[in-house]
């Protein structure tokens, strides 16, 4: 039977920052690898502003933008490529404070967020940002010749915080799991909140999309899909208490 150590406060906040440590470490050492790929990732993330009729011409405005562009680049390639050991830090600090015999999934919890955050990644990369880009880009240039000079970090900023927001919004499986483990959700819940959730889909839709049926109805399929598969989360985790 394997013993169980009571650890005080200052034992968990030591415990806390050593796997801050190691994630920024880890954040590290991936962005020196990704520095050297710099050049390649930059073009990837500019790709989506390629599309056929497009006139976006981006600028540097600073004497040490390109300086700039090249770290964040190299940085954001860096946490990307590190999220999976990032999240086995966050379940190996987490999971134990839930249930004693939880530890034991540290390691899947870990893949199956890796797995739902390169799941948002796709989904922001391939549909959320062409689409935003493009219709952006329509109110930007018009009939009057007028071409648009973006700032390259400005655009930068806007696809890295879409991307980042979508792996927060595909780990809501695993957030429920957690929730419902805390005894905060239940699946009986959820199927009651779940013609409100996806209004909010919709709404959170219109913000982030262009005001077109198509484009929301696109951005909402995933989130009821993600929804949907809480609920059934929800109800194994209720099985297995």
């Not at 600028?59 to 700039?68: D, E, V, Y």
């Not at 999934?105 to 796709?122: D, E, H, P, R, V």
């Not at 959700?185 to 996806?198: D, G, N, P, V, W």
Request: net charge positive; hydrophobic share 55%.
């Amino acid at each position: 039977m394997e013993k169980i150590t009571k650890m005080s406060f200052w034992d968990h906040l030591e415990d806390l920052r050593w796997c801050f440590i190691r994630s920024i470490l880890a954040v590290i050492a991936c962005s020196i690898f990704c520095y050297y790929f710099n050049e390649k990732i930059l073009s990837f993330l500019l790709a989506p502003s390629a599309f056929e009729g497009s006139r976006i011409s981006f600028q540097i405005l600073k004497l040490t933008s390109m300086f700039n562009v090249t770290m964040s680049t190299s940085m954001l390639g860096g946490l990307f490529i590190s999220m999976p050991y990032i999240f086995l830090q966050i379940y190996r600090f987490v999971l134990p404070a839930l249930n004693a015999k939880a530890k034991k999934y540290t390691f899947l919890l870990s893949l199956f967020s890796s797995l739902f955050f390169l799941a948002g990644f796709l989904f922001s990369y391939f549909v959320l940002i062409p689409f935003s880009v493009k219709f952006f880009s329509a109110f930007n240039s018009n009939s009057n010749g007028i071409e648009s000079n973006i700032s390259l970090i400005g655009y930068l900023s806007y696809i890295v915080w879409i991307i980042i927001l979508s792996g927060i919004i595909f780990q809501f499986p695993i957030i429920t799991l957690l929730f419902t483990k805390l005894g905060i959700f239940t699946s009986e819940f959820l199927r009651q909140f779940r013609r409100i959730a996806i209004m909010g889909f919709f709404i959170f839709g219109a913000i982030l999309t262009p005001p077109d049926v198509v484009s929301q109805i696109i951005f909402v399929i995933p989130m009821v899909i993600l929804y949907e598969i809480s609920i059934f989360i929800c109800r194994i985790a209720e099985n297995d208490k």
